[in-house]
């Protein structure tokens, strides 16, 4: 299939999932989601979804495609969850910010290993490991206060929440690391 073709599947795709959220806040009177709110998940979704097509492109085989839909999920769950509600306390809690090196360090490492299955698996495994240490200084160092503090939040919940999270990452790096074991060793160019 066609690069062009590909992204014009993506744009549709992303058209149909936005049906959803229209559909509930048309009918349903709780749904609050406002002109921004279906811009920002457009973007999100269309640019997870170009995201994949343009790594997928990239490897030769099954495993390869499925570890960049997984890393690719990883990282728009990662963006939505804390824009969404945050990942540590509320939205409005400023360590949450410190998620986004999670995402630096997935990004650095695949252009840093070329899109190569055992370099891919290193940077997925290197962001699990970011996901987990950062989770660790938004919890016990650099805590909450004020209106970003929510005290009815139980920590067992953000344990299990996020470490559901990294464990996504871990999976991707996985089956890259499968993906580099079955494959020949060349990876295709983006266009």
Known sequence: MTLSKSILRVALATGLLLLVPLAGKLFLPGMAWSGGDFIAAGILLFGAGLTFVL????????????????????????????????????????????????????????????FRPLGMSNAMFAAAVTYVAVTAVALFIWTP?????????????????????????????????RASATSSGSTRQLA
């Open 55 to 114: 790594i997928s492109r990239m490897g030769n085989n099954t495993a390869y495609k499925l570890a960049a839909g997984v890393g690719v999920a990883a990282g728009l769950l990662l963006v939505w969850a804390n824009l969404a509600v945050g990942l540590v306390g509320s939205e409005e809690n400023p360590a949450n910010l410190l998620y986004l090196g999670v995402l630096a360090v997935a990004l650095i490492g695949a252009f840093a290993a070329r």
């Open 145 to 177: 206060t004020g209106a970003a503090a929510e005290p009815q939040v139980r920590l067992v919940n953000v344990l299990v929440a996020n470490g559901a999270f990294a464990a996504i990452w871990a999976v991707s790096g996985w089956l890259f690391r």
